[in-house]
């Protein structure tokens, strides 16, 4: 696992818009969703809310690995790849369902996202 680097987290507080995340399923075929509800929790790992993933979720149980891309108000991107967890249970699912997820939203599973590389357009941060 890496960690983010100061940039990163600077980046991520000042993101604007949604995050894009994309998986891919077992024929290598990319699926790539807009997600808001996404929170960093550490240095190593960011939740996602599942709360209509379909295609995502039949990725991430397959085992997939996945990118999250972000953009800050000064139009710099960032991209994180890693690996995931889909948990429907437990501290991580109990904080997101019970904290910070709006209660509009149905919270289905918390989906872990573990840091292994981080890039800032071409250049690799971590």
Sequence with gaps: MAKLPESAI???EQ???PVVFTTV????????VYVTCVKRVS???MVVAD????KTRANIMAGCTASLLYITKEKKAFQLKGSLSYQTSGKVFDEMKNG???KKFPGHAAVV???EEVYSGA???A
């Design 15 to 17: 993101r604007e818009g």
């Design 113 to 115: 996202f573990h840091v």
């Design 100 to 102: 910070w997820l709006d």
């Design 123 to 125: 250049e690799k941060l």
């Design 51 to 54: 709360n209509k993933m379909s």
């Design 25 to 32: 399923d077992s024929k290598g075929v990319p699926n790539a």
């Design 43 to 45: 240095e190593e790992e």
């Design 10 to 12: 600077q980046a991520w």
